[in-house]
């Protein structure tokens, strides 16, 4: 039997937010097991180590709080990174850093082929320089993906939109602005807010968001820590209540790989700086882990 590769790739960014200590999730997640734990399901691990990022109090403070071309650079070395992790056959474990790094990830992993995205955030990350009260560009991304914001991040990689909006998946959203919320309920993506969750269960949008993403051979999860309740997991620069629970952020972890297409994740926005006793990435390790196949029985 060959066992399947997983590759993992830091990426220390914190250009994209204002909270700083965000660059040392990466270390945090690695501190957590997440190697060991994923070798003890059979897979084989490589950890290529962190992607440059500029040191933020070497760079001169931006005008809105926007490190764009910084961000442009280190989200083309991702980009390459993730393409050739994809052509090489792992499966990228992207660590983050804020969630600005998806502009890389998803862009690369999409290079060659088609991917499905779930998107599980508390926010909606679909803002633009036009609609964002804060210039965060971690509250873009998925914009940016979509082929809306600035032109330098929408062509990293290659010209134009990385996603087809049906091909897109947010849940556990529960945090929009006023601008965004209208982009997304016009961007033709699928949204499960936390009332569908609390409506319906996590169980059945799990499974409606699988099969969703079935014509797709592929499904990259873009894991936001703060789409749990900051009750739960507490290192997050952008904390908003009412969140997953544990034990529901667990089993929609484990519907995805009972689907076996998970073919890359990002796990991003743990901030150690804010944590307890690093409980917040080592939750964040229990759900990879689940994500790639872990069982109770």
């Given at each position: ?19 700083r ?21 059979g ?12 040191v933020?109090?070497a ?8 490190f764009?071309?910084?961000?442009r ?9 993730a393409r ?14 804020d ?22 955030d ?8 036009q ?20 032109p ?8 134009g ?10 849940i556990?959203?529960?945090?929009l ?18 009332r ?15 099969a ?7 499904i ?8 749990i ?5 507490p290192g ?8 997953l ?5 667990h089993l929609?972890m ?15 926005e743990i ?8 409980q917040t ?6 759900l990879?882990?689940s ?7």
């Open positions: 039997m060959v066992q399947k590769k997983i590759q993992i790739i830091g990426i220390p960014m914190d250009l994209g937010q204002m909270h200590g965000v660059c040392m999730g990466p270390g945090a997640v690695r501190y957590s097991g997440l190697s060991r734990k994923l070798r003890n399901l897979f084989q691990v490589s950890d290529i180590g962190d992607i440059q990022v500029p933020r109090n760079l001169p403070e931006p005008c809105n709080n926007r764009v071309t910084e961000i650079r280190t989200c083309t070395l991702v980009y390459n990174a050739k992790a994809i052509e090489e056959g792992c499966i990228p474990i992207f660590l983050g850093g969630h600005s790094i998806s502009i890389g990830t998803i862009g690369g992993i999409t290079h060659n082929v088609e991917s499905g995205v779930i998107w599980i508390a926010h909606g990350d679909f803002n633009t320089p609609t964002s009260a804060t210039g965060n560009i971690h509250g873009m991304p998925l914009a940016v993906l979509l082929g809306h914001g600035f330098e991040l929408v062509n990293i990689g290659r010209p939109s990385k996603l087809k909006p049906e091909n897109v998946i947010i556990g959203v529960r945090n602005d006023p601008e965004e919320r209208i982009l997304l309920k016009n961007s033709g993506i699928k949204i499960f807010t936390m569908d969750i609390d409506e319906h269960g996590i169980n059945n949008i799990a499974h409606v968001a699988v969703k993403l079935k014509h797709l051979s592929s990259h999860v873009s894991f936001d820590i703060d789409s309740d900051p009750m739960t997991a997050v620069g952008t904390p908003a209540l009412g969140g629970t544990y034990r529901e952020a929609l484990e519907i995805i790989a009972d689907s076996q297409s998970l073919s890359s994740i990002d796990i991003v901030n150690p700086m804010l944590d307890h006793k690093n990435a080592l939750i964040a390790v229990d990879a882990v994500a790639f196949g872990k069982r109770i029985l």
